[in-house]
C-alpha cells in the first residue's frame, strides 16, 4: 500500500510525494504516454499552473490555474471551463470540472482559484472564478475547454482528438499532456509560460517552473488583500440561529451557503494545526437527537486565538466541506467560514461529553439509498450508526477502557473498538466478513494535541478519551482528542511460521510496499528477518512490490537487478539461504504503482531445495502458454512468462509471472499475481450507500484471464500442482474471488481458516483479506498460515502480512 494523506489535513488529493488512497494499492497508469497534436491557440492559453497550495513550505494557500490572453480583444468564457485529470489516471478516473465566466483580458490574465491546502500564509489576488479542485504539487493534467461537461479522454491521442479541448498542459509524469511534460512543479514552483505566451504543442519546451505568480484580469498579483468574506458583528446579541439550526437534521445544513450571525456556543476544542479552527457546542440543546450542538468553525491559515472555555457569538458563512473533495464519494463537514468571532467570557464549564459504550452505536452501519447519496436522508441515529455519529458532528464525546483494533500510524492515528463482542480476532482485532457487515463499533481517534500513540492491536486505550467528533476522507468519522487515555500493552508478538518437513514444499507470498535500493537498509534487513526467522525461508517466495533499480525515478530504468541483489543479501546476513531469483522487466510505466518505479512481481527460490525450469523466449509483451508435453502431461511455452500481457485486462496493472518449478522430482507451477487496486472505490463510510466499487471491474477480468489460464494447465493434465498466489485486492468473498475459483479448479486457501482468523492487511481497523494463496486439486491437505508481523503493529515494515504454503 502506498503513502497517503493524513485526515486531519485539509482535502487536497495526492500532493507531492503522497498518493492519495481510499482502500489499498496506489492507483495505476493509463497506457502508455502518447503525444497530443492540437492546433497551437493564437489567444487564450493557459498561462500558469500551480498544485502545491497550502502544502508544506508554500506561503500560498490554494491552488491556482492562471489563463492568458495572446490576442488583440478579450476573450469570452461563456460556456468554457477549466478541468483537471490526475497524472497517472486509471480506467475508472475522472475529469474535475471548473465552470468559468466572465472574459480574459486583451493581453491579460484570468486566475481560478481551486482547492485550498493546511498550511500557506498568503491568499491569492482576489480570483476570477473559484472552485475546489485538489490538484497534485507535482503531476497532473489542466485543459481549457470550450465546454462545461467533464471530459471522457484518458490519453493525450484521444484529448487531441476532442474538438472541445483548446489547451491542454501536463506537468510532472502526467500521462496526458501535449509533447512531453512540463516540468519543475513542486509545493513551491508552479510551471508558467513566458510572457510572450508561446504555444508549441509541447508543455517541455512552453512552461518552465518557477515562483508562482498568479494575477487576475485587474492586473492584481500574489500578496493582495481579499475582501473579508464575512460581516464584522456589532453587538453582542445572540443571533436567531443556534448550532441545531445551522445543523438540521439531515446532513446538509439547510442554511448552506448562507451568512449567519452571532451564533452562540463554548469552545470545546482547537486544532492549531492541519486544518486550523475550533469547535463550539451550544450548551443548551433543542432535546432533538437527529440534530447536532456542535460545528467547526473554519480559520484556514490563521492560528484560532479563542481558547477552549470561552463563551463565543460566531459570524460566518455556512459551508459543507468535502474530505477529498466531493467527487470522491466522501460526506461533507458543516462547518462555519470566514469567521468573526466575539468572546463573550473564559473559563466556561464545557458541555459534557457524551459516552459512547457497547450499545451506543447501532449494529446497522448505514442506511441504503440503492447506490445513491443518502445525504437528503433524515437522520435516524437509533438505526445506523454512520447517522448517530452525523448527529453528534462537532460534539463532545468520549469513550472508556476500548480495544485498539487498527494500530496507530504516523499520522497519529489510532482505531478503536466501541463493541468488543463485534467480530474479534484471536489477536485482538476486529474481522471483516462481509460487506453487509462492516463492523459499525469501529472508531478512529486522533489527537489534536500532538501527543503520540504507539499502540498495536490488542493493546487497550485506558482511561478517558474524551473530544469534538469529526469526519476526514481516510476513516470517516473520528474523535479529534482532546483528552487521550493511555496505552496498555495487550502483549501482541509478531507470528511464526512452522518449519516444514523435508518432504514438504514451502511457497510463500509477501508485498514489500515499494522496496528499492533508495530505501534504508534497514528496511531490507527488517524484510530479510521476516523472510528467515518468521517465514521459516521458505523454497519459494513470490514477492509483490519490488521496484526498478532507482525507485520512483523516472527516467526509463526497468531493470531491478538491484533491488533484488540487495534483498537476497540481506537475507543471507540473517541466516537465509542463497536465494537464487526470476522475473520479467515491465515495459516502462506500463504496469502502475508509484509513478517510475516500475513494480513488478519477482520469484525467490532456495536452490538446495527446488529447481526452476528456464525455458526462453519469456519476455515482458510476450504471453505464456499450456503446452501439452507426452513426458510430463503439460508443461510452460516459456518459463518465466506472463499471462496475456497484452491484454485490456492488465492495461496500467501488474501482470502476472508464471514459473515451473521441480521439487523431489515431482512439477510445481507457480503463478505469483498483483492485481489492481481500489482506487476510486467510493468509501464505505461515504455519501453513497452502498458504495461502488469501480476498481472490481478491472479485478475481475484479471481473475477471469488467471483463471483461463490455469483451466488450460488442469485440461491438459488434471493431476498438475498449481499454487496461485499474491496481493489480489479483494476479499475472499468478492467477484473477483468467486471468479478466480469459478468452477472449483482452485481452493482459496484463506476459506480454510475459522473466520475470526482469515485476514492478512488491517485498513480503518477492520482486519481484512487481500493477500491469497490458491492451490489445484492436486495438492492434497496443504498446511497454510498467514504470518502476522506488519499489519496488527504500529512499527511495520510492510502494511501486509505474508503467507506461506506447506505441502508434499
Given at each position: 500500500?502506498?503513502?497517503?494523506?493524513?485526515?486531519?489535513?485539509?482535502?487536497?488529493?495526492?500532493?507531492?510525494?503522497?498518493?492519495?488512497?481510499?482502500?489499498?494499492?496506489?492507483?495505476?497508469?493509463?497506457?502508455?504516454?502518447?503525444?497530443?497534436?492540437?492546433?497551437?491557440?493564437?489567444?487564450?492559453?493557459?498561462?500558469?499552473?500551480?498544485?502545491?497550495?497550502?502544502?508544506?513550505?508554500?506561503?500560498?494557500?490554494?491552488?491556482?490555474?492562471?489563463?492568458?490572453?495572446?490576442?488583440?480583444?478579450?476573450?469570452?468564457?461563456?460556456?468554457?471551463?477549466?478541468?483537471?485529470?490526475?497524472?497517472?489516471?486509471?480506467?475508472?478516473?475522472?475529469?474535475?470540472?471548473?465552470?468559468?465566466?466572465?472574459?480574459?483580458?486583451?493581453?491579460?490574465?484570468?486566475?481560478?482559484?481551486?482547492?485550498?491546502?493546511?498550511?500557506?500564509?498568503?491568499?491569492?489576488?482576489?480570483?476570477?472564478?473559484?472552485?475546489?479542485?485538489?490538484?497534485?504539487?507535482?503531476?497532473?493534467?489542466?485543459?481549457?475547454?470550450?465546454?462545461?461537461?467533464?471530459?471522457?479522454?484518458?490519453?493525450?491521442?484521444?484529448?487531441?482528438?476532442?474538438?472541445?479541448?483548446?489547451?491542454?498542459?501536463?506537468?510532472?509524469?502526467?500521462?496526458?499532456?501535449?509533447?512531453?511534460?512540463?516540468?519543475?512543479?513542486?509545493?513551491?514552483?508552479?510551471?508558467?509560460?513566458?510572457?510572450?505566451?508561446?504555444?508549441?504543442?509541447?508543455?517541455?519546451?512552453?512552461?518552465?517552473?518557477?515562483?508562482?505568480?498568479?494575477?487576475?484580469?485587474?492586473?492584481?498579483?500574489?500578496?493582495?488583500?481579499?475582501?473579508?468574506?464575512?460581516?464584522?458583528?456589532?453587538?453582542?446579541?445572540?443571533?436567531?440561529?443556534?448550532?441545531?439550526?445551522?445543523?438540521?437534521?439531515?446532513?446538509?445544513?439547510?442554511?448552506?451557503?448562507?451568512?449567519?450571525?452571532?451564533?452562540?456556543?463554548?469552545?470545546?476544542?482547537?486544532?492549531?494545526?492541519?486544518?486550523?479552527?475550533?469547535?463550539?457546542?451550544?450548551?443548551?440543546?433543542?432535546?432533538?437527537?437527529?440534530?447536532?450542538?456542535?460545528?467547526?468553525?473554519?480559520?484556514?491559515?490563521?492560528?484560532?486565538?479563542?481558547?477552549?472555555?470561552?463563551?463565543?457569538?460566531?459570524?460566518?458563512?455556512?459551508?459543507?466541506?468535502?474530505?477529498?473533495?466531493?467527487?470522491?464519494?466522501?460526506?461533507?463537514?458543516?462547518?462555519?467560514?470566514?469567521?468573526?468571532?466575539?468572546?463573550?467570557?473564559?473559563?466556561?464549564?464545557?458541555?459534557?461529553?457524551?459516552?459512547?459504550?457497547?450499545?451506543?452505536?447501532?449494529?446497522?452501519?448505514?442506511?441504503?439509498?440503492?447506490?445513491?447519496?443518502?445525504?437528503?436522508?433524515?437522520?435516524?441515529?437509533?438505526?445506523?450508526?454512520?447517522?448517530?455519529?452525523?448527529?453528534?458532528?462537532?460534539?463532545?464525546?468520549?469513550?472508556?477502557?476500548?480495544?485498539?483494533?487498527?494500530?496507530?500510524?504516523?499520522?497519529?492515528?489510532?482505531?478503536?473498538?466501541?463493541?468488543?463482542?463485534?467480530?474479534?480476532?484471536?489477536?485482538?482485532?476486529?474481522?471483516?466478513?462481509?460487506?453487509?457487515?462492516?463492523?459499525?463499533?469501529?472508531?478512529?481517534?486522533?489527537?489534536?494535541?500532538?501527543?503520540?500513540?504507539?499502540?498495536?492491536?490488542?493493546?487497550?486505550?485506558?482511561?478517558?478519551?474524551?473530544?469534538?467528533?469529526?469526519?476526514?476522507?481516510?476513516?470517516?468519522?473520528?474523535?479529534?482528542?482532546?483528552?487521550?487515555?493511555?496505552?496498555?500493552?495487550?502483549?501482541?508478538?509478531?507470528?511464526?511460521?512452522?518449519?516444514?518437513?523435508?518432504?514438504?514444499?514451502?511457497?510463500?507470498?509477501?508485498?514489500?510496499?515499494?522496496?528499492?535500493?533508495?530505501?534504508?537498509?534497514?528496511?531490507?534487513?527488517?524484510?530479510?528477518?521476516?523472510?528467515?526467522?518468521?517465514?521459516?525461508?521458505?523454497?519459494?517466495?513470490?514477492?509483490?512490490?519490488?521496484?526498478?533499480?532507482?525507485?520512483?525515478?523516472?527516467?526509463?530504468?526497468?531493470?531491478?537487478?538491484?533491488?533484488?541483489?540487495?534483498?537476497?543479501?540481506?537475507?543471507?546476513?540473517?541466516?537465509?539461504?542463497?536465494?537464487?531469483?526470476?522475473?520479467?522487466?515491465?515495459?516502462?510505466?506500463?504496469?502502475?504503482?508509484?509513478?517510475?518505479?516500475?513494480?513488478?512481481?519477482?520469484?525467490?527460490?532456495?536452490?538446495?531445495?527446488?529447481?526452476?525450469?528456464?525455458?526462453?523466449?519469456?519476455?515482458?509483451?510476450?504471453?505464456?502458454?499450456?503446452?501439452?508435453?507426452?513426458?510430463?502431461?503439460?508443461?510452460l511455452s516459456v518459463s518465466p512468462g506472463r499471462i496475456d500481457?497484452?491484454?485490456?485486462?492488465?492495461?496500467?496493472?501488474?501482470?502476472?509471472?508464471?514459473?515451473?518449478?521441480?521439487?523431489?522430482?515431482?512439477?510445481?507451477?507457480?503463478?505469483?499475481?498483483?492485481?489492481?487496486?481500489?482506487?476510486?472505490?467510493?468509501?464505505?463510510?461515504?455519501?453513497?450507500?452502498?458504495?461502488?466499487?469501480?476498481?472490481?471491474?478491472?479485478?475481475?477480468?484479471?481473475?477471469?484471464e488467471v483463471n483461463t489460464f490455469v483451466s488450460s494447465l488442469?485440461?491438459?493434465?488434471?493431476?498438475?500442482?498449481?499454487?496461485?498466489?499474491?496481493?489480489?485486492?479483494?476479499?475472499?468473498?468478492?467477484?473477483?474471488?468467486?471468479?478466480?475459483?469459478?468452477?472449483?479448479?482452485?481452493?482459496?486457501?484463506?476459506?480454510?481458516?475459522?473466520?475470526?482468523?482469515?485476514?492478512?492487511?488491517?485498513?480503518?481497523?477492520?482486519?481484512?483479506?487481500?493477500?491469497?494463496?490458491?492451490?489445484?486439486?492436486?495438492?492434497?491437505?496443504?498446511?497454510?498460515?498467514?504470518?502476522?508481523?506488519?499489519?496488527?503493529?504500529?512499527?511495520?515494515?510492510?502494511?501486509?502480512?505474508?503467507?506461506?504454503?506447506?505441502?508434499?
Amino acid at each position: 500500500m502506498s503513502s497517503r494523506i493524513p485526515p486531519s489535513l485539509r482535502g487536497k488529493g495526492a500532493k507531492a510525494g503522497l498518493i492519495a488512497l481510499p482502500l489499498g494499492i496506489a492507483g495505476s497508469l493509463i497506457g502508455l504516454p502518447l503525444v497530443a497534436e492540437a492546433a497551437p491557440s493564437p489567444d487564450a492559453v493557459i498561462s500558469e499552473v500551480y498544485g502545491g497550495g497550502g502544502n508544506s513550505g508554500a506561503s500560498l494557500t490554494n491552488d491556482f490555474i492562471e489563463l492568458g490572453n495572446a490576442g488583440s480583444a478579450p476573450f469570452d468564457l461563456s460556456g468554457w471551463s477549466v478541468q483537471y485529470l490526475s497524472g497517472a489516471p486509471t480506467a475508472n478516473s475522472k475529469w474535475q470540472v471548473t465552470p468559468l465566466s466572465g472574459s480574459v483580458p486583451a493581453g491579460g490574465n484570468y486566475l481560478v482559484q481551486e482547492a485550498m491546502g493546511t498550511g500557506g500564509d498568503t491568499a491569492l489576488p482576489t480570483p476570477d472564478a473559484s472552485g475546489a479542485i485538489p490538484m497534485s504539487a507535482t503531476s497532473g493534467t489542466v485543459a481549457l475547454v470550450h465546454s462545461t461537461t467533464a471530459l471522457t479522454c484518458l490519453t493525450a491521442a484521444d484529448c487531441a482528438a476532442d474538438g472541445t479541448v483548446r489547451d491542454l498542459v501536463g506537468f510532472g509524469t502526467a500521462v496526458v499532456r501535449e509533447g512531453s511534460p512540463a516540468t519543475g512543479a513542486s509545493n513551491t514552483a508552479s510551471v508558467a509560460r513566458g510572457t510572450a505566451l508561446a504555444d508549441t504543442d509541447d508543455n517541455s519546451a512552453d512552461f518552465t517552473g518557477g515562483t508562482p505568480s498568479p494575477r487576475n484580469s485587474t492586473g492584481g498579483g500574489s500578496g493582495d488583500p481579499s475582501p473579508s468574506p464575512t460581516p464584522s458583528p456589532t453587538d453582542t446579541t445572540p443571533g436567531s440561529l443556534r448550532i441545531h439550526d445551522i445543523q438540521g437534521s439531515t446532513r446538509i445544513s439547510p442554511q448552506n451557503g448562507k451568512t449567519v450571525t452571532n451564533v452562540p456556543g463554548v469552545v470545546t476544542g482547537v486544532r492549531s494545526s492541519g486544518s486550523k479552527g475550533y469547535w463550539i457546542q451550544d450548551p443548551d440543546a433543542d432535546g432533538n437527537a437527529a440534530t447536532s450542538e456542535g460545528i467547526f468553525v473554519y480559520t484556514g491559515s490563521a492560528t484560532p486565538t479563542v481558547k477552549v472555555g470561552d463563551s463565543v457569538l460566531v459570524s460566518g458563512k455556512v459551508s459543507e466541506y468535502y474530505p477529498g473533495g466531493q467527487s470522491s464519494g466522501t460526506q461533507s463537514v458543516t462547518e462555519l467560514t470566514g469567521p468573526k468571532a466575539i468572546v463573550l467570557s473564559s473559563g466556561n464549564a464545557l458541555p459534557e461529553a457524551e459516552t459512547i459504550g457497547s450499545a451506543t452505536l447501532p449494529e446497522a452501519y448505514a442506511p441504503q439509498a440503492q447506490g445513491g447519496s443518502i445525504e437528503s436522508l433524515e437522520l435516524k441515529p437509533d438505526a445506523y450508526a454512520l447517522d448517530w455519529l452525523e448527529s453528534r458532528e462537532g460534539m463532545l464525546v468520549q469513550v472508556g477502557d476500548s480495544r485498539v483494533v487498527g494500530a496507530s500510524n504516523e499520522y497519529n492515528e489510532t482505531w478503536i473498538t466501541t463493541k468488543p463482542e463485534q467480530n474479534p480476532t484471536p489477536r485482538g482485532g476486529t474481522v471483516l466478513t462481509g460487506y453487509d457487515d462492516p463492523n459499525s463499533g469501529r472508531l478512529l481517534v486522533t489527537s489534536v494535541t500532538g501527543e503520540q500513540l504507539k499502540a498495536d492491536v490488542g493493546d487497550t486505550l485506558a482511561g478517558t478519551t474524551t473530544g469534538p467528533v469529526d469526519y476526514a476522507d481516510y476513516g470517516g468519522y473520528n474523535i479529534q482528542a482532546t483528552a487521550l487515555g493511555t496505552v496498555v500493552p495487550g502483549g501482541l508478538t509478531p507470528g511464526v511460521a512452522e518449519h516444514g518437513k523435508s518432504n514438504e514444499l514451502s511457497v510463500a507470498t509477501y508485498n514489500v510496499e515499494n522496496l528499492d535500493p533508495t530505501d534504508p537498509q534497514s528496511k531490507f534487513d527488517r524484510l530479510a528477518e521476516g523472510i528467515v526467522k518468521n517465514l521459516a525461508s521458505p523454497d519459494i517466495v513470490s514477492l509483490e512490490e519490488i521496484q526498478d533499480n532507482n525507485g520512483a525515478k523516472d527516467d526509463g530504468t526497468v531493470a531491478a537487478d538491484s533491488t533484488i541483489s540487495q534483498f537476497v543479501d540481506a537475507i543471507k546476513a540473517a541466516g537465509g539461504p542463497a536465494y537464487d531469483w526470476r522475473s520479467i522487466d515491465p515495459v516502462n510505466d506500463s504496469d502502475g504503482g508509484e509513478p517510475g518505479g516500475n513494480i513488478r512481481t519477482v520469484f525467490l527460490f532456495n536452490p538446495e531445495r527446488v529447481s526452476f525450469v528456464d525455458r526462453p523466449g519469456g519476455d515482458s509483451t510476450t504471453a505464456v502458454e499450456a503446452v501439452r508435453d507426452d513426458k510430463k502431461g503439460v508443461r510452460l511455452s516459456v518459463s518465466p512468462g506472463r499471462i496475456d500481457p497484452t491484454s485490456d485486462a492488465w492495461k496500467s496493472s501488474r501482470k502476472p509471472l508464471v514459473g515451473e518449478f521441480t521439487f523431489r522430482g515431482q512439477q510445481v507451477f507457480v503463478i505469483g499475481n498483483h492485481f489492481n487496486s481500489k482506487g476510486g472505490d467510493q468509501p464505505v463510510h461515504g455519501a453513497f450507500q452502498p458504495p461502488t466499487l469501480g476498481s472490481e471491474t478491472q479485478r475481475t477480468t484479471q481473475a477471469q484471464e488467471v483463471n483461463t489460464f490455469v483451466s488450460s494447465l488442469l485440461a491438459k493434465d488434471a493431476k498438475a500442482k498449481v499454487v496461485v498466489l499474491g496481493d489480489l485486492n479483494d476479499y475472499q468473498f468478492s467477484k473477483p474471488l468467486t471468479t478466480l475459483t469459478a468452477g472449483g479448479i482452485l481452493t482459496d486457501l484463506i476459506n480454510t481458516l475459522p473466520v475470526n482468523e482469515r485476514y492478512s492487511y488491517v485498513y480503518d481497523g477492520n482486519s481484512q483479506t487481500l493477500d491469497h494463496i490458491l492451490v489445484s486439486r492436486a495438492i492434497k491437505k496443504p498446511e497454510y498460515e498467514v504470518v502476522h508481523i506488519n499489519s496488527e503493529f504500529h512499527d511495520q515494515t510492510s502494511d501486509h502480512d505474508p503467507q506461506v504454503v506447506r505441502f508434499k
